[in-house]
DNA sequence: CCCTGATTCGC
DNA sequence: GCGAATCAGG
């Protein structure tokens, strides 16, 4: 395949959207990740980062005598402790039984856990998680790893319990879809209506 | 291990 | 110009 206006628009504005490079690969079709960002450079698109203040001049040009192949194990003087400013703009939120849910509790047992609010999620986002529950790996405690998403769906004290299980991204606890009501946006939490 | 973008360099 | 291989990080 080759870089078509068509393609290269569609390039552009799925970038400009924020969509990753792997996304816009797959709705190009015929290109991988690394072709899309490849061509974003290209473009000129791409730096969202690295002190734009600055127009010219030495950005990163150090000497990089990096004519001879890698060996594997490079030495890595890690000697740049940038202070890290980390502005979460979202509120956390303990995850909490979904409406659905709601009514297969109170089992005999122990006081559960204050429930903050029965949120006002967004409902679309309520909706993604209750669709996402169905694909569910249904993952017990133990089964629970890195990668696997840990937000609980129903009651520990009843059979109905187990945990999402389906793959987290980027770090974070949760898969897509429960990382979308477990942080919400400060926006959306503001007063409803009355 | 999954993913992300960034960079290099032979083609 | 292109993009696989690699690097660097979450």
Known sequence: MSWTDERVELLKKMWGEGQSASQIAKELGGVT?????G???RLGLSNRATTSTKSDSATKAEAKPKAAPK?????KPKADPMPEMKTEPAVPQRPAATPANRKAII????????????NEISPEAL?????????????????LTER????PV????TDHFWFCGLPVQAGKPYCEAHVGVAFQPMSSRRDRRR
């Open 71 to 75: 060996p594997k194990a490079a030495a």
């Open 148 to 151: 696997t998403c840990k937000w």
């Open 107 to 118: 089992p005999a047992g122990q006081p559960l856990p204050p429930q903050p609010s029965a």
């Open 33 to 37: 990740r690394n072709a899309v960002i």
């Open 127 to 143: 909706a993604k998680v209750n669709e996402v529950e169905k694909k569910a790996k249904k993952l017990t405690l133990m089964e």
């Open 154 to 157: 129903g009651d520990p004290a």
């Open 39 to 41: 061509k974003v450079h």
